[in-house]
Each structure stands twice: as C-alpha cells, then as structure tokens.
C-alpha cells in the first residue's frame, strides 16, 4: 500500500512547532483529487464597518445601494472596489432595525432605544433586543460555530483591526466588541478581539513555547523568535522528507500554501510603526505597528494629517484577511468575525482616504461633500471584504473553489433617515433604510444580485447566511424569518 497521509497531518519542527498543510491528493487513499476529496466544510464569516450610509442633513441615502435591482447591478462609490467580484457578492437593501418610539416607547423585538450609538450591536449581531453597550444574546458567529466547528482547533476565529479608540476623553465602553456566547452559567459574555496580527500568527500557525520542553531548547526556541527566523525554516526537515512522497500536483498545492505561509510571516515581521512621534513604545523586531496616539477630543484640535488616531490599519487589515483566509484554507477554524472599525469609529481616516478626519466624523460633515465624502470610508472597508473575497475565490477546492462552501457578510452599523433621539430626518443616526452584502455560494446562495427587502430586519439577512452553512434554524435571537431571494437566481 503507498504512502498515505491523515486529513490533519502537520509539518513539525524544532521543539514541537507545527505546521498546518491543506488538503493534498495523498490524503486521499490514492483516489482521484476530484472525485475523492470529502465535501469541503462550510465557512461563515462576519466582517463589520463601523459607520452609516449616509451622512446628516444628505438628502442622499448613500451611493452604495444599487439602482438596478436583480443582476447586472451597478457599482456606486462605495461599492467600487468589488469590481468585477460583483457576480459573488449580492446587495441587501431597505433593511430596517425598529426603534422604541415606534413602539410606545417600549424597545420592541430585535429592536433598539431611541439614542444611537452602540444601541444597534444587539440587535444587528444577535436579533436580541438590546438597551446599551453590549449584546443581549449570543451573535450569529458564535451561533454558527456551536453548529459547524466540528473538531477544528479554533471554533471561531475573532479579530479587530482598529487598534485602539482613539479618544483620550472617552472610552470604549462596548464598542470594540462585536462577538459574544452564552457561558457555562447561561450569561451572555464578550468575546474579547484579538488585535495583534503577530499574536493571531503565533496561535494559528505555530507553538513556540510547547509543554515537555527542556529550558534548553526552550531558550533556544526564544533565541530563535528574536532572531525572527521563519517558523517554515523550523520545520524545513519534515517538509524536506515529505515532499519526494507527493505527486506533481500535491508538490504545487504545498507550495502554494507554503509561500502563502513564508509572505504573510515576512509581512508580520517587517512591516513598519507608523510615522508619528507622539509615539512612546517603540515596537521590538518583529512586532505590530505601534498604536497611534489619540485624539485630545471630537477631532477638533486639526491634528488628523499628522497620522494621530492611526497604527497602520490598512497593513493590519491585509495581515488579519490573509489569516483568516489560511485558517480556513487549513481548516483550523470555520467561523470568524472581523471588526474592521469600532461602533462610533474614531479611525483616523487620513492615511486611508486622504480625508483630514475620523470615520465617525464623515457622517457628521468633519470634511466636505456629505454622503459622497462618508462613501470613500465604507470604500475602503469594502476593498478588504472584496479582498477577501477574491482569495476565496482564487482558491481551489473539490470542483470549484472556497466560495461555493462560504457565506460572507458585510455589516454596517446603520443606515440613513429618521433619527427618534434628534427628531430629524437625513440623519446618519438612522437605522432606516439600511444595507449589507453577501458573498458565498454555500447552501444554494445565489449571489450577483441585488435584493429589496424593504422593511425587514438585517438579522434575516444573517439567518439566511447562517442556515446556508448549515445551522438549523429560522430564527437569530428575537428575530425570525430569512431573505428566500437570496437562494433564487
């Protein structure tokens, strides 16, 4: 009988570090790759924008929802960078998250109070009710990773790209948050977001520190970590015994995964603090990019082109998509969330859109030109889910690739229209007429479209993403029912 490897063989190395390899041909009892390949798991991701679609005092609802409904839609600003991903990734329109003043004053089901910010995170994430700053119920990630993880070693990956707040006078207070389980208890619990790229790297694709070693080599291992000798170099001689077993088609599938590997750990490695000298720590060889200092206020003080309120999160976002995606692509995990910008972001957008404001500020006129101005922040968003996107896309798998086994969702904390608190229309402090995307073929989706669902609720949007991958239900929290459009051609 000829060499067969195990589903979950790993490449190891020097003390125990270890790496992942995707599915290969002589994993597959010398079957053809095709026809042999077990059915590809389900994936599930949420990737979140922190901002509105349109800006106050706009007539202009936004320039991201389509005017053309079905196929062949057309891409406004904000959707620009799908660019010809646009036949992966359906629109969601006239979505609505209801409000307490509409209901007597009572928040009702999958509702929200009459102030804004932070309010929408519960009822957006888990169609529970929510009142402040924190979800009610367990959001759509952790739901689907109870149902789908199986016996992968994440059960769902959640990560941060804004480093920081960016509000010397203010905190958080939730808004860095956007996954949360039920405990051993029945408490609904924050899932704190990994913020560190070189962290996530460590704890996904290698075990630099494994129990049973001699401090020896455990010295030996940190002296290696200074050095920033590659993980692939470590475990170089296994690689070196495996590879004259592969066929010529396992040799590039391996290859391919290995420069994946090798790129994304350069990166982690070299890439540089950003150009500020408020800044105080000084990053080590090899670490994130230093967080930018704060803000003194609202944005105010005119300091946005000094890159104050920034740590690179463009690199950061580039790292964190490429993660998920070789998470995947190992099946180390089938779930993920990925909160690009906090609830009420307070990003410095100068470096990203050459905009001397924060994302936040872009819906409240901190530059001119209203909801266009506002749009080039979500465009940049939605150039990492299309990036995303892309790499699923260009990924083999079975007879097609890791789209047609993906649900991809772009969520956004509001829409545009009538806010209750102000008591004003053409406000960004709206969860009218609201917007998402997703991406995916999993469960018979049927991307390429755009779909109005006037009046429904963004969660059954996410229900429908949620029972494409697998999990039985009709329901996310208080919120029942899904988009059957969105499984219709």
């Not at 406004?76 to 992966?88: Q, T």
């Not at 995964?257 to 750990?265: F, P, Q, T, V």
């Not at 018979?444 to 991958?469: D, E, F, S, W, Y």
Request: net charge neutral.
């Amino acid at each position: 009988m000829g060499t067969r490897l195990s589903r979950r063989h790993l490449l190891r190395g020097l003390g125990g570090v270890a790496v992942s390899l995707p599915l290969l041909e002589i994993m597959l009892d010398g079957k053809a790759f095709a026809q042999a390949a077990p059915a590809p798991p389900k994936r599930y991701l949420v990737f979140f924008d922190g901002q509105s679609l349109g800006a106050d005092n706009d007539p202009l609802d936004n320039d991201f929802v389509p005017n053309t409904v079905g196929r062949n839609y057309e891409l406004k600003s904000a959707l620009a960078p799908l660019g010809a991903l646009k036949n992966d990734v359906s629109v969601i329109s006239g979505l609505k998250i209801p409000w307490a003043a509409e209901n007597g004053g009572t928040v009702p089901a999958g509702g929200r109070p009459d102030n804004f910010h932070v309010t929408s995170l519960s009822p957006l994430l888990s169609g529970v009710r929510g009142t402040g700053a924190a979800s009610a119920g367990p959001t759509s990630d952790q739901v689907v990773a109870r149902a789908i993880a199986g016996s992968t070693a994440f059960p769902s990956l959640t990560y941060r790209v804004q480093a920081d707040w960016y509000l010397s006078v203010s905190a958080a207070y939730g808004r860095d948050m956007i996954s949360y389980k039920t405990d051993t208890s029945g408490r609904v619990v924050s899932i704190p977001p990994q913020t560190s790229p070189r962290q996530a790297w460590q704890a996904l694709f290698s075990n630099f520190t494994p129990s049973g070693v001699d401090d020896a080599t455990r010295r030996r291992l940190e002296l290696e970590l200074r050095s920033r000798r590659s993980v692939l170099d470590l475990v170089r001689g296994d690689t070196e015994k495996l590879v004259p077993k592969l066929g010529a088609a396992d040799k590039q599938r391996l290859q391919r995964h290995l420069d994946e590997l090798r790129d994304l750990e350069r990166r982690v490695a070299t890439i540089a603090p950003p150009q500020t000298s408020a800044c105080m720590r000084p990053a080590d060889p090899g670490a994130d990019p230093a967080v930018g200092t704060p803000q003194g206020n609202n944005g105010t003080d005119n300091t946005y082109a000094q890159n104050l309120g920034y740590s690179n999160e463009e690199a950061r976002a580039n790292l964190f998509v490429d993660l998920i995606h070789l998470a995947m692509v190992c099946d180390l995990t089938r779930v993920a969330s990925l909160q690009m910008t906090m609830f009420q972001s307070h990003l410095n957008m100068f470096a990203l859109t050459g905009q001397a404001t924060d994302c936040h500020e872009l819906g409240h006129g901190g530059v001119p030109g209203g909801t266009m101005a506002l749009s080039r922040g979500i465009a940049w968003h939605v150039k990492h889910f299309a990036r995303l996107v892309q790499k699923f896309k260009d990924t083999p798998e079975g007879n097609g690739n890791m789209l047609d086994s993906s649900a991809l969702l772009f969520l956004l904390e509001g829409g545009h229209g009538w806010d209750p608190e102000g008591v004003k229309d053409n406000s960004s402090h709206s969860t009218e007429n609201m917007a998402c995307l997703l991406a995916g073929r999993a469960g018979g989706l049927q991307p390429g479209q755009h779909v109005v669902a006037a009046g429904r609720h963004p969660a059954n949007v996410i229900v429908t993403a949620m029972k494409a991958v697998g999990v039985s239900t009709d329901t996310l929290g208080e919120v029942t029912g899904d988009v059957p459009q969105l499984r219709t051609a």
